[in-house]
């Protein structure tokens, strides 16, 4: 069942090398971070390469799971490992000062980056293929499959490049945007969730065209693949604002004590001081948010009509 795509083998590889030949350069410090970049190739190799791959396109939880790989978790630790500097460097001199200039290519990315472009794109795509012709239709023509994976995974890292983005306000994103952009993320990730959860009638035929699998009916993968969306998808958002908190304060505390040996270290603890209240507070909503999930996934009455974890009468 390991679906062996030289393409993306080949993607990956390519990937690691340029990325280890730049970091060498003394451009990566810490050794946690050549492991993250390492760690999101890996979940791409899991989501796109190992039997994933071919179970996703015969049960609907876990195409969730491989969703969740490709759009979230592989996407965060790319770019916790602060990759541009490394992947430039790592790039033969021609290539580099094409990605590095600022040429259209440039100004395309930067537009893309804007918040509520990249937020908006994130959750656009995760909404477009849940709706079920479209859903369907990408299940059963391979190349509106790869389109939908492309498209997942480009969304997913134009958004954390920008929640992760290692430069502090003004240059970079200030931290209430940046929680901000996670807390409505986590949003749209909890309610199209609770709809898959909570819905009374199966949606998607295609998995029953390609031969569904593990003996358990349409309606209970696809509830349990909401759930895995709603629960699991949520709280890496919630790590994401964790770590985005952590980031900053750290970063504010590195400043504010390079400026007091300066004398101007006043109005850089007030500065920060709000910032980081902010970032709390909306990190409280989403923790609110994730709490809520739970208790309603706890304690929801499941009818006869609603059998969210019973088997199913269809075979594998």
């Known amino acids: 069942m390991w679906q062996i795509s030289p393409e993306i083998i080949v993607g990956l590889v390519l990937a690691g090398l340029v990325y280890w030949r730049g970091s060498r350069h003394g451009l990566v410090h810490e050794k946690w971070r050549i492991a993250a970049f390492f760690g999101g190739l890996l979940a791409l190799f899991v989501a796109l390469v190992s039997p994933v791959e071919e179970l996703a396109d015969h049960i609907f939880a876990v195409h969730q799971v491989e969703h969740m790989l490709l759009r979230t978790i592989a996407p965060m630790l790319l770019f916790l490992s602060r990759p541009q500097a490394a992947f430039v460097r790592g790039l033969p001199p021609g290539v580099s000062r094409f990605f590095a200039g600022r040429g259209w290519l440039r100004g395309i990315i930067d537009a893309l980056r804007f918040p509520p472009v990249a937020t908006t794109l994130f959750l656009a795509a995760s909404y477009f293929w849940m709706y079920p012709a479209f859903h369907d239709m990408a299940i059963l023509d391979k190349p509106i ?55 009374g009638m199966p949606l998607y035929s295609a998995y029953l065209e390609l031969g569904h699998m593990w003996h358990v009916s349409m309606l209970s993968d696809e509830q349990t693949g909401g759930l895995i969306m709603w629960i699991p998808g949520t709280m890496m958002f919630a ?55 739970v208790v309603a996934v706890i304690d929801h009455p499941h009818s006869q009509q609603r059998d969210f974890g019973m088997a199913g009468a269809i075979p594998g």
């Open 145 to 199: 499959h790869y389109l939908w994976h492309v498209s997942l995974l480009v969304t997913g890292l134009l958004f954390f490049s920008v929640v992760f983005d290692r430069r502090p306000a003004p240059h970079g994103v200030g931290l209430g945007m940046r929680i901000s952009m996670v807390v409505v993320a986590a949003l749209g990730n909890i309610i199209l969730g609770s709809i898959l959860t909570f819905k």
């Open 239 to 293: 790590v994401s604002a964790l770590i985005v908190i952590h980031r900053w304060a750290s970063e504010e505390t590195r400043i504010a004590d390079r400026r007091e040996r300066t004398g101007r270290g006043g109005a850089v603890a007030k500065t920060s001081n709000g910032a980081l209240a902010l970032g709390l507070a909306l990190f409280s909503l989403l923790m609110l948010l994730l709490a809520v999930s």
